[in-house]
């Protein structure tokens, strides 16, 4: 079946140690994103990847790295310099809107990392 | 930048009951997605709806229908005949449809509302 594949579902960490959370989708999509969710304050946009080997900051990437090496595979480095990395993370995919389809706009979602800072 | 404001954190309904969700959005562009997400215990993020912008008539998806109102930028949410399955959190999102632009293929989300069934 097609989807979206978030690995691992839980991560701890210690401080002061990098992390990176493994997104892979099989729908054929150009665009990927990371996005971060708090308690209280919504889904908020780290990265995001319109093609390969491109990406752009989202509203909260200081603390966090991203390649886009593959179509398929858009991995995100939780870096120490990220000062409360504790929360759980999505990762989504979707078509170029551009291109049009039934499809247009709509994001496609994995199932999440939780990464919890000991 | 363009902004969605969920200003109910928290509703409730009775089983088979209507209740309206309620989100406004800032922007100052004229064409653009709406959409509304369900994130149930799962956490696993579900499509319930879209709207295109450029679109006047509002979108149904079975007991699930929005009431757009561009001018007003305003985009509820109503379900109708509520299900215990329908408990989650709903989120309002934005997408730009201007490609090329600083905004385009992001999504905005807002705060989001936890919704509450009673049987």
């Known amino acids: 079946d097609g989807g979206i594949t978030q690995s691992p579902k839980y991560l701890f960490r210690k401080e002061g140690q990098n992390v990176t959370l493994s997104c892979e989708q099989n729908?054929?999509?150009?665009?990927m994103y990371w996005y971060r969710q708090d308690p209280g304050q919504g889904l908020r946009l780290i990265y995001y990847?319109?093609?390969?080997?491109?990406?752009q900051k989202g509203d909260i990437a200081e603390g966090y790295s991203v390649s886009r090496e593959k179509k398929e595979s858009f991995p995100l480095t939780v870096t120490s310099a990220q000062k409360n990395p504790t929360a759980f993370y999505l990762c989504?995919?979707?078509?170029?809107?551009?291109?049009?389809?039934?499809?247009?706009?709509?994001?496609?979602f994995g199932e999440g990392s939780r990464l919890t800072v000991l | 930048a363009q902004t969605v404001t969920q200003s109910q954190p928290e509703m409730s309904v009775q089983e088979a009951e209507t209740v309206t969700l309620s989100c406004t959005y800032d922007t100052s562009e004229s064409d653009y997605y709406l959409f509304w997400y369900k994130q149930p215990p799962s956490r696993q993020m579900i499509l319930v709806i879209r709207?295109?912008?450029?679109?006047?008539q509002n979108a149904t998806e079975n007991r699930f229908s929005v009431n757009f109102q561009k001018a007003a930028k305003s985009f509820s949410l109503k379900i109708s005949d509520s299900q215990l399955g329908d408990a989650a959190m709903y989120f309002c999102a934005y997408r730009s449809a201007y490609a090329g632009g600083t905004s385009y293929g992001k999504l905005t989300f807002g705060q989001g509302t936890i919704l509450t069934v009673h049987p």
């Open positions: 990847s319109q093609i390969v080997n491109d990406f």
């Open positions: 729908l054929n999509h150009d665009a």
């Open positions: 709207q295109e912008a450029y679109k006047q």
């Open positions: 989504a995919s979707s078509i170029d809107p551009a291109l049009g389809g039934l499809n247009t706009g709509e994001l496609f």
